[in-house]
T-cell receptor, first 117, second 112 residues
Framework: KAGVTQTPRYLIKTRGQQVTLSCSPI?????VSWYQQTPGQGLQFLFE???????NKGNFPGRFSGRQFSNSRSEMNVSTLELGDSALYLC????????????????FGDGTRLSIL | AQSVTQPDIHITVSEGASLELRCNYS??????LFWYVQSPGQGLQLLLK??????LVQGIKGFEAEFKRSQSSFNLRKPSVHWSDAAEYFC??????????FGAGTRLTVKP
């Protein structure tokens, strides 16, 4: 079974631009979570999508948004990029069984390294 | 809400020596507990998990962890460290609703 796939692996943008990152979860996993990882702040939870709906949200500004498609693939978008948005963005997926029982743990992709110049 | 503390930011051990990484959690009920490892430029790989039952859990790569409810701890151990174990290690606690919280991580350096 293929793992979580994130594209692109590396991205360079300039301040003020916007960016879209993509995540394909493990087949059968309907929950997708996004994290930002920086040396100073560590792993911070951005948001989680389940069945095309945002189910949980971290403490990030509205410039950070996401969506999930019917095939469970997810995208996250960051608008008006700032230097502080430089980070490794990680996507994780996990299985949710039919009665909404969570099947942790989360499985992570290798991330997208975003650099803002 | 649950939280995780990893008291050691950086640990250095000699190759072949034993290792223990500390993790303390805060959660009102029986938590789901996890250890992940991250190599540079990579995502997080699950080492082991604890949901219930036997408090000593075995993971991949020769790692084990012990859940101690009285100490709110879930320390990771390995009897003999290999140079390839150098990485960052994250402890995480999860509630039933997928609210996972991660510790700040412990960076492991292995001396030859």
């Amino acid at each position: 079974k293929a793992g979580v796939t994130q594209t692109p692996r590396y991205l360079i943008k300039t301040r003020g631009q916007q960016v879209t990152l993509s995540c394909s979860p493990i087949s059968g996993h309907r929950s997708v979570s996004w994290y930002q990882q920086t040396p100073g702040q560590g792993l911070q939870f951005l948001f989680e999508y389940f069945s095309e709906t945002q189910r949980n949200k971290g403490n990030f500004p509205g410039r950070f948004s996401g969506r999930q498609f019917s095939n469970s693939r997810s995208e996250m978008n960051v608008s008006t990029l700032e230097l502080g948005d430089s980070a490794l963005y990680l996507c994780a997926s996990h299985h949710v069984v039919a009665d909404d029982r969570e099947d942790l743990p989360q499985h992570f992709g290798d991330g997208t390294r975003l650099s803002i110049l | 809400a649950q939280s995780v503390t990893q008291p050691d930011i950086h640990i250095t051990v000699s190759e072949g020596a034993s290792l223990e990484l500390r993790c303390n959690y805060s959660y009102g009920a029986t938590p789901y507990l996890f250890w992940y490892v991250q190599s540079p430029g990579q995502g997080l790989q699950l080492l082991l998990k604890y949901f219930s039952g036997d408090t000593l859990v075995q993971g991949i790569k020769g790692f084990e962890a012990e859940f101690k409810r009285s100490q709110s701890s879930f320390n990771l151990r390995k009897p003999s460290v290999h140079w390839s174990d150098a990485a960052e290690y994250f402890c995480a606690v999860g509630a039933g609703n997928n609210d996972m919280r991660f510790g700040a991580g412990t960076r492991l350096t292995v001396k030859p």
